[in-house]
């Protein structure tokens, strides 16, 4: 997706310097001026979402802890109803229940109820150092065809 950004906002950042009728330094310079902008931008904005994003997952990994330290009984019941709606019969998802509540009750219900891994969140810093570098492969290929 950056990389089509950078493809897109590149060539016509170049195509609007162009209709203004400017040297080819002047082109150049803005074309690589758009590709910094652009791959700052894109890095800043990815890191935003992702740590919103983040942030909603911890608050919900806080609720249901909370959930579990208020009515663990109400949860386990939970459990193994999402458990048994996988096809599995009540007995035995209530044994599964048991055992997962037992070893760690948190990533049982996150990730059955809530579909979030609680050790494996997003990183703002992979999603911006990712789409960074995607944006100015994208954005150099508008600047290659300028020559």
């Known amino acids: 997706m950056g990389a089509n950004d950078g ?7 170049v195509i609007g310097a162009a209709g203004a009728a400017v040297s080819d330094a002047a082109l150049l310079a803005a074309g690589v001026a758009a ?6 931008s894109m890095a800043v904005g990815e ?12 608050a919900e990994l806080e609720q249901e802890r909370a959930q579990l330290t208020e009515d663990p009984a109400s ?5 193994t109803q999402l458990i048994q709606a996988q096809g599995i019969d009540r007995t035995l998802a209530y044994q599964v229940a048991i055992q997962l509540t037992e070893r760690d009750p948190l990533t049982a219900h996150a990730r059955l109820e809530l579909g979030i891994d609680p050790k494996g969140l ?3 810093w992979h999603a911006a150092l990712a789409s960074m570098p995607a944006f100015v492969i994208g954005g150099v290929i508008p600047l290659a065809a300028l020559r």
Request: proline fraction near 3%; aromatic fraction near 4%; avoid cysteine.
């Open 47 to 58: 890191f935003v979402a992702v740590s919103s994003q983040r942030d909603s997952q911890r």
């Open 35 to 40: 590709v910094v902008a652009g791959a700052m």
């Open 122 to 124: 997003t990183n703002p």
């Open 7 to 13: 493809i897109v906002s590149t060539a016509a950042m």
């Open 75 to 79: 949860e386990l019941e939970q459990l």
